[in-house]
């Protein structure tokens, strides 16, 4: 629409150059009084405006209804990264918005608690080692009525505590991203890595180097928008109207005037305070300028019907009303022939897929085929300086 007015601005200033005086001559040339919802364009002006005729269509304009919402992501792609044991950090090259693949080293994290639990875990395996050994021996001993019982239940109960205790620091260990069986007397270490559980785009930094974080503090943020979905607001009154499965048409304020497709998949089940229900759909379209966090309006549609329409920029708006122009036909004037054009007040009804339904005042020639389709906003630009776009 800005596009078209600036197109006409341009036209009718094209045409209005040179009024005024001429060669010292003060006369004005004075412009032929036409109709009030009557403007006119000589031949030229009416192939710079770019007109075209055309009639009324008929078009299956779905029963729309609109709604407004936000881009978002599934739970299992959106990570946040914490330090199980807490430490410092003690490097991150990651800034935010850097990919990331699953798997890839996020920091270096620092811990004399992770020495410790190591050094835990390797005493206590040896513990179990033995005890295990001596259980055995006890055991067999016991069969053969050299050992006591007392003896076997001791070495049974020592043998049971020492294990459970290996498993729950093996457990321990495997939180922190230590493989226990890889553990050895002289390879404990003191530093661990923060690993990406998903692959995806930094979404926050929360550290610097140096920094000591607790186990409960989120470092990273990972976000992967590969799979996006639509969190809608839905209105009670239109609960019944939408189904699992339709098909849903939107626009993200990111990307205005570009159409993308997503697919219902939840409707809510709960009536929100304010009267509106949540409704979830999976954006079927993988553009990268989608991003988790836009504002978007999207629209369902709920049926099909067939009205009178003409394509969107056949109908122009001017303090709060609507018109289309018809083409009246050739006249001589003077030296020069003209097209004369009248502007029609209509209403407008439902838009979709470039076409606006026009509700036609009574007595309106439907079978019309000289109704401009194209140029429209040119002649309303016109008609508002005066009925012609030259001088």
Do not use: H
């Not at 053969?144 to 260990?173: D, R």
């Not at 890889?182 to 890595?193: S, V």
């Not at 559980?197 to 992967?224: C, H, L, M, Q, R």
């Amino acid at each position: 629409m800005k596009t078209n007015i600036i197109i006409s601005a341009l036209i009718c200033s094209l045409f209005m150059f040179g009024c005024g005086t001429k060669n010292g001559n003060t006369d004005v040339k004075q412009a032929e009084v036409l109709p009030e919802n009557t403007c006119e364009l000589t031949a030229e002006q009416y192939k710079l405006a770019g007109i075209q005729l055309g009639g009324i269509e008929q078009k299956d304009l779905g029963n729309m209804i609109k709604l407004n919402g936000l881009i978002n992501v599934p739970p299992q792609n959106f990570v946040s990264i914490s330090a199980t044991m807490g430490g410092y950090i003690k490097s991150t090259s990651l800034l935010q918005g850097s990919p990331v693949k699953k798997g890839q080293v996020l920091a270096i994290i620092e811990n004399p608690e992770f020495i410790e639990l190591q050094q835990n875990y390797l005493e206590s395996k040896s513990q179990y080692e033995f005890a295990e050994t001596e259980y055995n021996r006890q055991k067999e001993l016991f069969a053969q009525s050299v050992a006591s019982a007392k003896t076997f239940q001791q070495a049974l109960s020592n043998y049971k505590g020492l294990k459970a205790k290996v498993n729950a620091l093996e457990q321990k260990l495997a939180l922190i991203g230590i493989e226990a069986s890889a553990l050895k007397e002289d390879k404990i270490m003191r530093a661990l890595p923060l690993i990406s559980p998903i692959s995806g785009y930094v979404k926050a930094v929360n550290v610097n180097i140096g920094k000591y974080v607790e186990p409960t503090d989120v470092i990273f943020e990972i976000i992967n928008n590969e799979k996006l979905t639509l969190e809608l607001t839905m209105f009670e009154k239109d609960i019944d109207k939408i189904k699992e499965g339709q098909q849903i048409t939107f626009e993200s304020t990111g990307n205005a005037g570009k159409n993308y497709t997503a697919t219902v998949y939840r409707v809510g089940k709960a009536i929100n305070e304010d009267k509106t229900v949540k409704v979830y759909a999976t954006v079927n379209d993988n553009d990268k300028a989608l991003m988790s966090g836009m504002y978007v309006t999207a629209v369902v549609e709920t049926g099909n019907s067939t009205v009178e329409a003409l394509p969107n920029e056949a109908v122009v708006a001017f303090d709060d009303k609507s018109y289309i122009f018809i083409s009246k036909g050739k006249r001589n004037e003077k030296d020069k022939v003209v097209d004369d054009f009248m502007m029609v007040e209509v209403k407008v009804g439902k838009c979709a897929g470039g076409y606006t339904e026009v509700i036609l005042p009574a007595g309106f020639d439907k079978n019309l085929k000289n109704i401009v389709l194209k140029g429209a906003y040119a002649l309303l630009s016109a008609l508002k300086n005066g009925g012609e776009m030259a001088c």
